[in-house]
C-alpha cells in the first residue's frame, strides 16, 4: 500500500463512511467514466482557453489529466477500440505520473488524426472559445466533415461536483495549509501592523507548505465592509475588526476560509453581540448541510437566523420583510470548492434554483457575513425602490438608525468548507478557530513574527 493511499484509508476510517476505494490512477477512471456519458463520438479538450482576460487554464482539462501543459489537447473516443491521446508540442508528458497511461504524441499530428477519425462522427468540443479552434486544431477546416458538433461542458459539472476520495484528500490538505497559517496570524495580529503585514506571513506559510495563495483579504476597519477585498497598507488599529477570506492552491485544488477577529486581541461587546449573529446562523446552516436536503432552502434557512439576529440587535423592524431582507442579505453563502474557487458555480447556482440536494462527496462553504458600511441608512439604496416606498425607508432608517451606527464601518463573515457524507457531514476547516473564547485565547500566544518589526 504506497503512503498517499494509506493517507487516504485513514481518513476516511477517521470520516466514518463508506467511499470508493482510491483508483491506481484516478484520471483514468475519470476518463473512462466521461466517456460512458458521451457514448458515441469524439471528444476534443483543450488545456487551456482564450478569454478576454488572456489565456485561462481549462479547468476540465485538468480535472481528466491532472496536467500542466498549456498547448497539449486531449483526444477521446469510445467508439471501436478505445482512444485516449494526449498531444503536447514536445510529444512528451512534461510532469510523469498523471498522463502515463495515454497515447502521447506531437501536436503536429493532431489535424492528420482528426482528418482519419472525425468523418461522419458527432464531436464534442467546449464553445467557450470556438473563434480559437482553427488555433488549437492546427487547421481551419479540419472539423468540416464532422456530423455534429456539440458543447462539451455541460457533460462536467456533475461530475465534478462530487469528489472523489482522492480529491477530498487533496482539499482537505490545501485547507489544514490555510488553517495552519491561519493560526500563525492570530497569533501575530496586533495594532500597528499592517494588513500586507499578515499577508506576508500568509504567503510565507504557503509557501513553506507547498502551496501557493488562491486569494487573500485581509480588511480591517472600514474596509471590512466589503465582501471581497485585498490587503493594503493600511495601519490596523485596536477596537477594529478585521475580515479573513482565505484560500489556498493546493495541487490544483483549492480552500475558502473566512473568519473575523478583533485586532487587539478582544471583542467589545458590540462586535461579540454581531459576531455571535453570524456565528449561530453559520452553524444552524451546517446543521443543514446534510445529504437530501434542499441547498437553496439551506441558504433561505440561514438568512431566516440572520434576520431573528438582526432584530434583536435592533437593525430590523419585520424579519419577515422581503426588502429588509435584501438590504441585509449581500451574497450568498453556498458554493463548490476544488479546481476552482467557486467550483462548477455557473451551473450549481442554476442547479440550486432548480431544487438541487446536498450529495455525500460534495465540499461545498457555508458562509454568512453582514457588513454595516458608514452612511448606508442615510441613502435610499437604488436597488430597492421597488420593494420600499422613500417614505417607509425614512422611518425604517429613524427607527434602526441609531442600533446601526453601533455597528458602522464593521463587517463580519464566517466560513467554512464542508464535507457532505452518506449521514452527517465533516467541517474540513474546523482547525482555523471561529469561537471567540478560542480566538481570543490564541491571540493571546507570541508569535515569533512580532520580532521581525
Known amino acids: 500500500m504506497t503512503r498517499k493511499v494509506a493517507r487516504l484509508v485513514f481518513v476516511f476510517a477517521c470520516l466514518g463512511t463508506a467511499f470508493p476505494a482510491p483508483a491506481d490512477d484516478q484520471y483514468s477512471v475519470r476518463r473512462r467514466n466521461f466517456l460512458e456519458k458521451v457514448g458515441r463520438g469524439i471528444v476534443l479538450l483543450p488545456a487551456q482557453h482564450q478569454t478576454p482576460r488572456g489565456p485561462q487554464e481549462n479547468k476540465d482539462f485538468a480535472y481528466l489529466t491532472g496536467l500542466k501543459d498549456p498547448e497539449a489537447v486531449l483526444l477521446l473516443a469510445a ?25 502521447v504524441r506531437p501536436l503536429t499530428d493532431l489535424r492528420t488524426s482528426l482528418s482519419r477519425l472525425v468523418a461522419g462522427k458527432k464531436v464534442y468540443l467546449p464553445f467557450t472559445d470556438l473563434d480559437a479552434l482553427p488555433q488549437w486544431t492546427g487547421a481551419p477546416g479540419v472539423l468540416a466533415q464532422a456530423s455534429e458538433l456539440a458543447n462539451i461542458e455541460p457533460l462536467f459539472p456533475e461530475m465534478r461536483i462530487v469528489k472523489s476520495a482522492e480529491e477530498i484528500e487533496t482539499l482537505k490538505r490545501a485547507v489544514d495549509i490555510t488553517a495552519a497559517a491561519y493560526v500563525d496570524v492570530l497569533k501575530a495580529a496586533e495594532p500597528g501592523m499592517r494588513e500586507r503585514d499578515l499577508q506576508a506571513i500568509f504567503a510565507h506559510r504557503y509557501a513553506q507548505a507547498g ?3 488562491s486569494f487573500t483579504q485581509i480588511a480591517s476597519g472600514p474596509n471590512s465592509v466589503n ?7 493600511r495601519e490596523m488599529k485596536a477596537g477594529e475588526v478585521i475580515v479573513f477570506d482565505l484560500g489556498a492552491w493546493f495541487e490544483g485544488y483549492t480552500s475558502d476560509i473566512s473568519r473575523t477577529i478583533p485586532v487587539g486581541g478582544k471583542f467589545t461587546q458590540e462586535q461579540a453581540d454581531l459576531y455571535n449573529v453570524v456565528l449561530s446562523a453559520q452553524k444552524e446552516g451546517i446543521r443543514l448541510m446534510v445529504s437530501g436536503n434542499d441547498i437553496q432552502k439551506t441558504q433561505a434557512a440561514v438568512e431566516d437566523a440572520l434576520l431573528a439576529g438582526l432584530q434583536k440587535l435592533g437593525l430590523v423592524t419585520d424579519p419577515a420583510s422581503p426588502w429588509q431582507r435584501r438590504f441585509y442579505i449581500q451574497h450568498g453563502f453556498i458554493h463548490g470548492i476544488g479546481l476552482d474557487v467557486h467550483d462548477v458555480w455557473p451551473w450549481f447556482s442554476g442547479a440550486m434554483r432548480r431544487g438541487l440536494a446536498f450529495k455525500p462527496g460534495m465540499v461545498l462553504t457555508m458562509e454568512p457575513g453582514l457588513y454595516f458600511p458608514q452612511g448606508r441608512l ?43 457524507l452518506e449521514t452527517g457531514n465533516v467541517v ?14 490564541t491571540m493571546k500566544l507570541r508569535s515569533p513574527f512580532n520580532d521581525l518589526k
Not at 392 to 412: D, H, I, L, Q, S
Open 79 to 103: 467508439e471501436g477500440e478505445k482512444t485516449e491521446v494526449l498531444f503536447t508540442r514536445s510529444g512528451k508528458i512534461t510532469n510523469p505520473g498523471p498522463g502515463e497511461s495515454m497515447d
Open 211 to 213: 502551496a501557493a495563495s
Open 227 to 233: 465582501i471581497h477585498f485585498g490587503a493594503t497598507t
Open 378 to 420: 442615510e441613502r435610499y439604496p437604488p436597488n430597492l425602490k421597488s420593494f420600499v416606498t422613500e417614505e417607509e425607508w425614512k422611518a425604517f432608517a429613524a427607527r434602526v438608525g441609531p442600533a446601526y451606527e453601533t455597528f458602522a464601518n464593521m463587517g463580519c463573515r464566517i466560513e467554512d468548507d464542508v464535507l457532505v
Open 428 to 441: 474540513l476547516s474546523a482547525g482555523a478557530p471561529k469561537e471567540i473564547a478560542e480566538l481570543e485565547k
